[in-house]
């Protein structure tokens, strides 16, 4: 029996990256989530469900408390987060273009997940778990961070923001799975294994932008000397619901020296959300403005309206997950994945 009372581990990466297996050892978090082909014991919680069939060294395991955190975006790598935004130092013309050519047309998102293992209990070929877990996910448009840092200094110039996103969720969870090996001796594998796992969620809170659709017009001194603002947001949300997920996956062994996995995560999931959930729809127009001498209260107009809803119900994102595990001496493993 091994006892695993305590283990933390925390990245922070300013590449894209996600714990789509939502592994929750810090041996996976050390291998950067390579390591579903080659997960042990408890360390399968949370993988590919096929792996409860590899052979452990222990025939009962605990995990007592163990969490794992990513955060992620698509434009600015660690180095660069710390030279323009940790300083406060005030921003160069070429720090500004440096900062916004990072900047990918479709806008700057940035991701971020956590897993909180409360319990973990491993048999063979079955697991148990309980967790709470949290996604957040946010999608600025480009042009309205060009806009600040940039200022309004292209002439008739229309700043979109149809292209924001965002959306966050946390919950708990428990997480049955189960794996069986299956021997068949026209395949040319030492071993095959399949295994599932059910999870039962039961979300706190969730919140997600349903569309943004919005304009910034900026003056013209020939034709318009104006500037107007249009927008509207509809954000849905909700402080409860509960669902279930269902994981499958697939593992071979050859010369016990080589596994290779595929996995389905989230493949059929709904969580419906019943407690508090509604829509609401915030507007702003505003029109025949000129900055700094025209900001009178009656030229903007804005409403916010709320619409009560019996329920709605979303998806956890659906992953298929490849991996593979090498071990050519026993001491010695390379892992690779791809989802």
């Given at each position: 029996m091994r006892v695993l009372f305590f283990s933390l581990t925390i990245i922070l990466m300013a590449a894209n990256a996600a714990i789509a297996q939502k592994a929750i050892d810090a041996r996976a978090a050390g291998m950067a989530f390579s390591n579903a082909a080659d997960t042990r014991g408890v360390e399968s919680a949370g993988s590919n469900p096929a792996t409860l069939g590899l052979k452990n060294d222990f025939r009962l395991e605990f995990n007592l408390f163990s969490a794992v955190a990513s955060i992620s975006n698509n434009s600015f790598s660690k180095s660069q987060y710390d030279r323009y935004f940790t300083t406060g130092d005030l921003l160069s013309d070429g720090d500004i273009d440096d900062i916004l050519n990072a900047i990918p047309a479709s806008g700057l998102r940035a991701d971020g997940q956590a897993r909180l293992n409360s319990l973990s209990i491993y048999l063979p070929n079955f697991s148990f778990s309980v967790f709470g877990v949290g996604d957040a996910k946010l999608n600025i448009p480009k042009s309205a961070l060009e806009l600040p840092l940039q200022g309004n200094n292209e002439l008739g110039r229309v700043y979109s923001f149809d292209e924001a996103d965002g959306a966050d969720w946390a919950g708990m969870g428990i997480s049955v799975s189960g794996a069986q090996s299956i021997r068949w001796k026209r395949l040319p594998f030492d071993d095959i294994i399949l295994g599932a796992t059910l999870t039962?969620?039961?979300?706190?809170?969730?919140?997600?932008?349903?569309?943004?659709?919005?304009?910034?017009r900026n003056f013209d001194l020939n034709?318009?000397?104006?500037?107007?603002?249009?927008?509207?947001?509809?954000?849905?949300?909700?402080?409860?619901?509960?669902?279930?997920s269902l994981n499958f996956g697939g593992l071979a062994v050859v010369n016990e020296?080589?596994?290779?996995?595929?996995?389905?995560?989230?493949?059929?999931?709904?969580?419906?959300?019943?407690?508090?959930?509604?829509?609401?729809?915030?507007?702003?127009?505003?029109?025949?403005?000129?900055?700094?001498?025209?900001?009178?209260?009656d030229r903007i107009v804005d409403t916010e309206n709320v619409f009560p809803l019996n329920s709605f119900?979303?998806?956890?994102?659906?992953?298929?997950?490849?991996?593979?595990?090498?071990?050519?001496?026993?001491?010695v493993t390379l892992t690779a994945e791809w989802e």
């Open positions: 039962y969620y039961r979300g706190f809170v969730f919140d997600e932008i349903e569309s943004a659709d919005g304009q910034l034709s318009n000397p104006y500037i107007s603002l249009d927008g509207e947001l509809s954000l849905l949300s909700a402080n409860g619901g509960s669902g279930v020296k080589i596994t290779v996995g595929l996995a389905f995560f989230n493949s059929i999931s709904q969580i419906n959300w019943n407690t508090d959930a509604e829509r609401r729809v915030l507007a702003i127009h505003a029109d025949s403005i000129s900055l700094p001498f025209n900001l009178e209260d119900s979303t998806r956890l994102p659906a992953v298929m997950d490849w991996s593979v595990a090498y071990s050519p001496q026993p001491d």
